[in-house]
């Protein structure tokens, strides 16, 4: 290293920096831990994000904000309550209703699964548990359409409260349809879309008509 010799610095360049050893890089994840959260304020989150889909399916728009952060949570209750509501609905039937009340769930989570392929195998970048999530929460219309049908037979089953259940089903079956579609529209392929929409058309088409035709023993 002779030649190193003759190299020099100059006086006026200053030398300046820091070094410093990382103990710790602090990650985003660290803020969004659970694992010492009470459990009180984890029930409390999840409560207050079921509500907020809630509120979203009921004043539709093109969004993903059902996509984002999806459950199950939502779409079981609604599922169970539907069924509850609707078991022992057949005037000829002589059992508890139970029957009714498991093919009531069947249809619900199987007509959801089939939706759900379809969408994936038309080239839809919508996960599998995503819409099980969206198809699930927009059963909410027609849960609340039950609930009016049974309170509207407790008055009578005659042609006035016919209409009104009629009436009730139809605009609720238009509002499931129309928020589920609008929440799923961004992730099918354009030329698609029909496709896609034609079995959502179905699925709750046979969920409106179970409320509609229902009759309490």
Same mark, same amino acid.
């Given at each position: %290293? #002779?030649?190193?010799?003759?190299?020099?610095?100059?006086?006026?360049?200053?030398? =300046? @920096? =820091?070094?410093?050893?990382?103990?710790?890089?602090?990650?985003?994840?660290?803020?969004?831990?659970?694992?010492? =959260?009470?459990?009180?304020?984890?029930?409390?989150?999840?409560?207050? #994000?079921?509500?907020?889909?809630?509120?979203?399916?009921?004043?539709?728009?093109?969004?993903?904000a059902l996509l984002r952060d999806?459950?199950?949570? @939502?779409?079981?209750?609604?599922? +169970?309550?539907?069924?509850?509501?609707?078991?022992? @609905?057949?005037?000829?039937?002589?059992?508890?209703?139970?029957?009714?009340?498991? =093919?009531?769930? +069947?249809?619900?989570?199987?007509?959801?699964?089939?939706?759900?392929?379809?969408?994936?195998?038309?080239?839809?970048?919508?996960? !599998?548990?995503?819409?099980?999530?969206?198809?699930?929460?927009? $059963?909410?219309? *027609? &849960?609340? #359409?039950? *609930?009016?049908?049974?309170l509207v037979l407790l008055a009578?089953?005659?042609? $006035?409260?016919?209409?009104?259940?009629?009436?009730?089903?139809?605009?609720? %079956? @238009?509002?499931?349809?129309?928020?589920?579609?609008?929440?799923?529209?961004?992730?099918?392929?354009?030329?698609?879309?029909?496709?896609?929409?034609?079995?959502?058309?179905?699925?709750? !088409?046979?969920?409106?008509?179970?409320?509609?035709?229902? &009759?309490?023993?």
């Open positions: %290293f #002779a030649g190193l010799a003759d190299v020099s610095i100059a006086e006026d360049i200053p030398v =300046e @920096g =820091e070094i410093t050893i990382p103990v710790g890089s602090h990650s985003p994840d660290e803020d969004c831990s659970t694992l010492d =959260e009470p459990v009180r304020d984890t029930i409390m989150r999840d409560l207050k #994000a079921v509500g907020k889909k809630f509120v979203h399916v009921m004043y539709p728009k093109k969004s993903s999806w459950d199950l949570w @939502g779409p079981l209750v609604l599922c +169970v309550s539907l069924a509850l509501m609707l078991q022992g @609905g057949s005037a000829d039937s002589k059992e508890d209703g139970g029957p009714q009340f498991a =093919e009531v769930f +069947v249809i619900i989570w199987f007509g959801a699964v089939v939706i759900t392929l379809n969408s994936k195998l038309l080239g839809g970048t919508i996960s !599998f548990f995503q819409s099980l999530c969206v198809l699930g929460y927009c $059963v909410l219309p *027609l &849960t609340v #359409a039950m *609930l009016v049908c049974r009578g089953s005659g042609t $006035v409260s016919f209409i009104i259940r009629l009436i009730v089903v139809v605009a609720m %079956f @238009g509002w499931s349809t129309l928020a589920s579609t609008a929440f799923l529209a961004d992730s099918q392929p354009p030329n698609r879309k029909a496709l896609v929409v034609y079995p959502i058309f179905l699925f709750y !088409f046979v969920i409106s008509w179970m409320i509609l035709t229902f &009759t309490p023993q």
